[in-house]
């Protein structure tokens, strides 16, 4: 009898310490994020620094989904890349 080899696929961000954030966090959870290669935090309107609501996470591809609500009361989701964002910064009411 032979031994099927069974080969798990791992994501590459498995061990990146920004995406790892999102593994346990709880839906809803409040975070501002900086992009790779920026030096402040990411802003779909141009003056107000912008405060996600965390939705969900898929660990496989390394995607991470918010909600942003603009100051003009529509909300969108927001999906990101967690392997390029290089801080977030978590949030409080």
């Known amino acids: 009898m ?5 080969l798990r696929k791992t994501s590459s961000c498995s061990n990146n310490c920004v995406c790892s954030i999102f ?4 839906k809803g959870t409040l975070f501002q994020v900086v992009l790779r290669g920026s030096s402040r935090t990411l802003r779909p309107e141009a003056t ?3 405060v996600f609501s965390f939705t969900s996470y ?5 995607c991470v989904t918010f909600s942003y609500t603009y100051t ?22």
């Open 72 to 93: 003009t009361g529509i909300t969108r989701l927001v999906i990101l890349d967690c392997r390029q964002l290089s801080a977030v910064v978590y949030r409080t009411g």
């Open 48 to 50: 107000v620094d912008a």
């Open 58 to 62: 898929n660990p496989m591809t390394c």
């Open 23 to 26: 593994k346990t966090a709880k």
């Open 2 to 6: 032979v031994k099927k080899r069974v």
